[in-house]
């Protein structure tokens, strides 16, 4: 009965483990991806207008060519979503963004830690490496 109980008790302690390995990773991928969202808007908009093409034809038309290089900076291009679609503007596709990575980041994870606790034994130093690796495959 004893052993039952102990042998109960570790499945609940690997369950409670996982669970908070993957909670930890879904926080972070959340809390990572607010500010990366910005930076990108940003980036694809200094894209868009470098290169004349139209798909953001509203937000990053292509000026006259006189105030064409004042464009070109980032807190030029800031203010300008911020004119025309405010603050909000930044944020735009964050939403589906976070619901991909929240459990990609998540799985990701969760089976690094569990393979690398497993291959610690056989592989030595290089189980972080190779735990990793077959993680990123895995998510």
């Given at each position: 009965v004893?052993?039952a ?11 409670l ?14 809390l990572a991806?607010?500010?990366d ?9 200094l ?6 093409k ?10 006259a060519?006189?105030a064409?290089a ?8 800031l ?16 939403g ?11 799985l990701?994870f ?13 592989c ?16």
């Open positions: 004893g052993a109980a102990s042998a109960g008790n570790a499945g609940a302690a690997t369950r483990r996982l669970a908070s390995e993957a909670a930890a990773g879904s926080v972070g991928a959340a991806k607010c500010p969202c910005g930076v990108f808007v940003l980036d694809n908009g894209m868009e207008h470098t290169l004349g139209h798909e953001c034809a509203r937000l990053f038309a292509r000026p060519a006189a064409d004042a464009l070109l900076s980032t807190p030029a291009l203010a300008r979503i911020a004119r025309t679609e405010g603050f909000s503007g930044l944020y735009a596709g964050l589906p963004t976070v619901a991909m990575a929240v459990p990609n980041t998540a990701y969760t089976a690094y830690d569990e393979l690398r606790r497993r291959l610690e034994p056989t030595g130093a290089a189980a972080p490496a190779v735990g990793g690796a077959f993680a990123r495959a895995l998510a």
